[in-house]
């Protein structure tokens, strides 16, 4: 993480704001490391010793933020309009390890992909269904960046 803030001249204090899907270990573990940001999740906004409430869209920003639940209770993901576009920061409601083929042209395979870690497979269903319907763009935590094909036109 931080040979990649590095590589677009970035250190880990130059960082205001940190959002974090959900609070699994390879997801949340280096929050500390942002020592000038407030970190985001999505009901609560962390700024020192404050709680603030905020479920809606990251501050000072159009970015929505959308509970889906499912691989863990408290994941959201971040829906970011540019344009006709809507990238959508998905966390872990897809992922793919380094081994697995990454095959996104099925929709019902991808709907129903088993995780390991899910916390409620239904509830990931059901999470998942929601961010094909309106997602162009898709960010997985785990895996590369994909167009969605299955978007409700
Ligand atoms: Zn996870």
Redo the contacts with the bound molecule.
């Keep these: 993480l931080e040979n990649k803030l590095n590589d677009e001249n970035l250190t880990f204090s130059d960082i205001d704001m940190v959002f974090l899907?959900?609070y699994?270990f390879?997801?949340a573990f280096l929050a500390s490391q942002f020592s000038n940001a407030k970190i985001l999740d999505g009901s609560t906004i962390y700024d020192k010793d404050l709680e603030i409430d905020n479920s809606d869209k990251i501050p000072s920003t159009d970015i929505e933020i959308l509970l889906t639940p499912g691989?863990?209770k408290e994941?959201s993901s971040l829906l970011v309009k540019e344009e006709n576009k809507l990238t959508i920061v998905a966390?872990?409601v897809f992922?793919w390890t380094r081994e697995e083929e990454q095959k996104v042209d099925n929709l019902n395979e991808l709907i129903s992909r088993e995780d390991p870690?899910a916390l409620d497979m239904e509830e990931l269903k059901a999470s998942r269904r929601k961010l094909l319907e309106i997602a162009d763009i898709i960010v997985p935590?785990h895996g590369k960046v994909f167009s969605n094909l299955h978007k409700k036109k």
């Design positions: 899907t959900h699994h390879d997801h691989h863990a994941h966390g872990d992922g870690y935590g």
